[in-house]
């Protein structure tokens, strides 16, 4: 399997802290894709990185990526009890072709506490 | 923009039956769908691709006779899940992607229990 693996698999915080999810991939990316889900809902887009990038920001989202040790990071700063949340990172490899197919992490849990 | 809706949102069947999910892009047109399905506290496990108008392509392990996908129109794609069982149960979950673009944009899910 190509699944990659996110870290933590859960994660609590305060309401005001940092969240940092960690994602790790198998082979070389055409780019990496953060998502988040909502509890029984579908998913949201939250930002795209491509394989020759190495960080971008949105918002309160930092996504970094260090295609030497296929591995990406995702940072929400000041975080909410709104971004409770499943937070997926997701690849679309090289070998994919014109498909583009995305190949889901594992997930990381992030609970903001009030 | 970029509204991709599925019907119904939740279904409950009993075993046996059949049931056709279907997947809706609302104000584009969706060159490739994609269907996932994801298990409780698990991931989104990609199930197929479809083009339209061709065949599906599965992924290694799900049984295209079982699990069958129809592209007939660059809005519409449905999933009928055919005589389905308690294992069938899950959240299944349509992508929708336009030519060129990289990014997919997801439907709202499908929570399908069967008895």
């Known amino acids: 399997s190509q699944q990659g693996e996110e870290d933590p698999q859960a994660l609590s915080i305060q309401e005001g802290e940092n969240a940092t999810m960690n994602c790790s991939y198998k082979?070389?990316?055409?780019?990496l894709q953060w998502y988040r889900q909502n509890s029984g809902r579908g998913l949201v887009h939250l930002i795209l990185?491509?394989?020759?990038?190495r960080e971008k920001h949105s918002g309160r989202l930092r996504v970094t990526l260090d295609t030497s040790k296929k591995s990406s990071s995702l940072l929400i700063t000041a975080s909410r009890a709104a971004d409770t949340a499943s937070y997926f990172c997701?690849?679309?490899?090289?070998?994919?072709?014109?498909?583009?197919?995305?190949?889901f992490g594992s997930g990381t849990q992030l609970t903001v506490l009030p | 923009g970029a509204v991709v809706s599925q019907h119904p949102s939740w279904v409950i069947c009993k075993s046996g039956t059949s049931v056709k999910i279907e997947c809706r892009s609302l104000?584009?047109?969706?060159?490739?769908m994609f269907w996932y399905r994801q298990f409780p506290k698990q991931s989104l496990m990609l199930m197929a691709t479809?083009?339209?108008?061709?065949?599906?392509?599965?992924e290694q392990g799900v049984e295209k006779d079982k699990f069958l996908i129809n592209h007939a129109s660059l809005t519409l794609s449905t999933l009928t899940v055919t005589s389905a069982h308690p294992e069938d149960s899950s959240f299944y979950i349509c992508?929708?992607?336009?030519?060129?673009?990289?990014?997919?944009?997801f439907g709202p899910g499908t929570r399908l229990t069967v008895l």
């Open positions: 992508s929708a992607k336009r030519e060129y673009y990289n990014e997919q944009f």
């Open positions: 104000d584009f047109q969706a060159t490739t």
């Open positions: 997701a690849t679309v490899y090289i070998s994919s072709g014109s498909a583009r197919q995305l190949t």
């Open positions: 082979t070389s990316i055409n780019n």
């Open positions: 990185i491509r394989s020759n990038e």
């Open positions: 479809s083009n339209e108008g061709s065949k599906a392509t599965y």
